[in-house]
């Protein structure tokens, strides 16, 4: 019984260092890069498009 | 159209609003029907007077996968009578059937119209 | 054509990463349903009968042949990551894409949770103590898939595969341990099934729950945008995996009805586990309580996954607040959009509501079917074969369309058959949702930017 105690307080802790992880990069991303550059991505048409002409597949 | 649509830039503060809205929204119609007590399919139980694998219309093979999973007549009886009430009323039926189809041809017309604005722009 | 004004002065542009085959995109698919094998597929025999339900899972598995084809053709020509998203804003307008995108945010989300909640209900039933917690379980399983697939598509997916293909494999081995081949041996199929309780209406109202069977492989339409060659992978992707669920589908129905009477099957948590227990072998068990949570993990990351795109798609396009359309420099993953739907889907999961949860999910999975016909016909009326290059076409349009059309409309009247006022909750929300897009949300969006295929001018336009 303590056994199941004990690893519900390590998943607690696993999941806020995954959590914390994941809030901080997103914040240092944020901040070191523009935010032009981060929304710089269109629905991905262009490439498909290059690869299908010249029959590049890869 | 002639003219290019420039839509308003959006505040950070009217981007969060908006975020909030439609999540309240998920949440009003998860709790909303719980609120009202209508969750739940509609069934009935009827409950046989004397409660024996015979009573409830067990045969001994049925039986004996009960037993292996660790119930008796009386613990099972519950589970083995209850029935979905399948009667439709006619007026619910109705209603339902014009908010689904109402909804889909509202839905595909006010996007045709909006879809027009689009490729008037696109393929200008 | 249009080349957008923002990439000018730039120094590059990043998209999603384009790493994904064919076998990604059948763990995608298959890893988000399969779990409805392990749990859930089972209440249509609550509603229907153990025979009931298996012609449920053969008429909706038709459904999803039909959902397989019409996507295969529409996704490897809308290359997209918003999957149906993508194609209803190309096809059919605006506010019909705001509505498919909320469809598959839901669907994927709600479902989400409901697999974190199985992780959680298995490991109590596994520690069976009364005061077990399972809400550290919940957000662990939600944290770990989150964190992974903030890390990268092609780990994700590639775990994914490894996961899904050994949850598969347990039913595998359920179905062989119940020796098949020896009928009265193990199952007992002609002492426990029986009539069709309900009659015939039975067998329509469990229609509602055969869904599960199959719910989530048209999600394979999301990694389009991360696929090497879609026009490939994803037809071949999408139909291996319905032909494993329709495997699967069959397997586990045979075992399981031939293991529990019908009364308790209809309304077991785990019948696949239980069906484990019933046959008395501690191996089977263990090995399906395994499979079971290697199932819903599975799940639960092809629903990260795909959730992620979908809302990430929406915010490019300024659908709902442009800043979730970021993608991670490093990563290549929409980081921001995985983030925001963490908390939602953790807040879902401790409302501990799992019926009303997987009823929300089911339905938006419903209403995103409804759509698919509708989008065929007018893909094809719009852009006749041979006007556009398509990845693949294909055959007997448009009876797939019209079949689906009718299953659904068939699947909507096995809803309202006990569930109709949940029905009718959520029709509420679709439609104040749409109202609040149509008014209000959609004067923010760039009109002639949401087409972004190179396609001529659609016909009649």
Not at chain 3, 277 to 285: H, I, R
Not at chain 3, 326 to 350: E, Q
Not at chain 3, 410 to 418: R, S
Request: include cysteine.
């Amino acid at each position: 019984m303590d056994a199941w105690q004990l690893a519900g307080y390590a998943a607690w802790a696993i999941s806020a260092l995954l959590l914390g992880w994941m809030v901080l990069d997103a914040i240092r991303v944020n901040r070191e890069y523009s935010e032009d550059l981060l929304l710089s991505s269109r629905e991905g048409y262009d490439e498909l498009l290059e690869h299908e002409r010249t029959g590049d597949r890869r | 159209m002639a003219r290019r649509y420039e839509p308003p830039r959006q505040s950070g503060i009217g981007q969060f609003i908006d975020s909030i809205f439609i999540v309240a929204l998920v949440y009003a119609a998860m709790f909303l029907p719980l609120i009202f007590g209508l969750t739940g399919g509609g069934t009935v139980t009827n409950v046989p007077e004397t409660v024996t694998w015979e009573s409830l219309g067990q045969n001994p093979t049925m039986a004996a996968q009960w037993e292996k999973l660790g119930y008796t007549p009386e613990s099972a009886a519950e589970i083995i009578s209850t029935r979905f009430d399948y009667t439709i009323d006619p007026v619910w039926f109705i209603i339902t059937a014009l908010v689904i189809g109402g909804y889909f041809v509202f839905v595909v017309r006010y996007s045709d119209k909006e879809y027009r604005e689009v490729i008037s722009e696109r393929f200008e | 054509m249009t080349d957008h004004a923002i990439a000018a002065g730039q120094p590059q542009r990043i998209n999603l990463l384009k790493v994904l085959g064919p076998a990604h995109v059948w763990a995608l698919g298959v890893g988000i349903v399969l779990v409805g094998e392990f749990m859930g597929w089972n209440f249509s025999v609550g509603k229907g009968g153990a025979l009931g339900s298996l012609i449920a899972c053969w008429v909706i598995g038709l459904l999803y042949t039909c959902v397989a084809m019409i996507d295969s053709e529409v996704t490897s020509t809308v290359a997209a990551a918003g999957g149906q998203y993508a194609q209803a804003k190309h096809i059919i307008g605006p506010l019909m894409a705001f509505n498919v995108g909320l469809y598959l945010v839901m669907a994927y989300t709600m479902l989400e949770a409901a697999d974190a909640l199985v992780v959680g209900d298995l490991l109590a039933a596994v520690a069976g103590t009364e005061t077990f917690n399972t809400q550290p379980w919940v957000v662990l399983t939600i944290a770990v898939l989150a964190f992974l697939n903030y890390r990268g598509v092609f780990m994700t997916l590639t775990v994914n595969f490894i996961i899904t293909a050994a949850a598969f494999i347990s039913l595998v081995v359920l179905f062989v341990g119940t020796q098949p081949w020896n009928p009265g041996a193990v199952l007992q199929h002609r002492e426990l099934l029986t009539d069709l309780p309900y009659g015939w209406i039975g067998v329509i109202a469990a229609f509602h729950f055969g869904i599960w069977y199959y719910l989530g492989i048209e999600g394979t339409c999301q990694a389009a945008e991360e696929v090497r060659s879609p026009g490939r992978s994803l037809p071949l992707g999408t139909m291996s995996g319905m032909i494993t669920l329709l495997i699967a589908a069959s397997i586990t129905w045979y075992a399981a009805s031939g293991l529990l009477p019908w009364e308790y099957l209809g309304q077991a948590f785990t019948p696949m586990y239980d069906s484990a227990v019933v046959t008395g072998s501690d191996f089977l068990k263990v090995f399906l309580a395994i499979g079971t949570v290697l199932s819903a993990v599975a799940s639960a990351n092809g629903c990260i996954n795909d959730a992620a795109r979908a809302w990430f798609s929406m915010g490019r396009d300024r659908y709902v607040p442009l800043w979730f359309g970021a993608v991670h420099p490093r990563y290549r993953t929409p980081f921001r959009s995985i983030l925001i739907l963490i908390p939602i889907a953790i807040s879902f999961a401790f409302t501990g509501l799992l019926d009303q949860v997987i009823t929300f999910s089911i339905l938006s999975g419903l209403l995103g079917y409804t759509f698919m016909p509708i989008n065929m016909i007018l893909f094809r009326r719009k852009w006749p074969l041979n006007s556009i290059r398509r990845g693949y076409v294909h055959p007997f349009h448009p009876i797939p369309a019209l079949v689906l059309l009718a299953l659904c409309i068939a699947t909507y009247f096995a809803v309202f058959l006990g569930y109709g006022n949940q029905l009718l909750a959520m029709m509420a929300f679709y439609i104040g949702a749409s109202l609040w897009f149509a008014f209000h949300r959609y004067k923010y969006v760039r009109r002639g930017d949401q087409f972004t295929m190179s396609w001529p001018k659609p016909q009649g336009y």
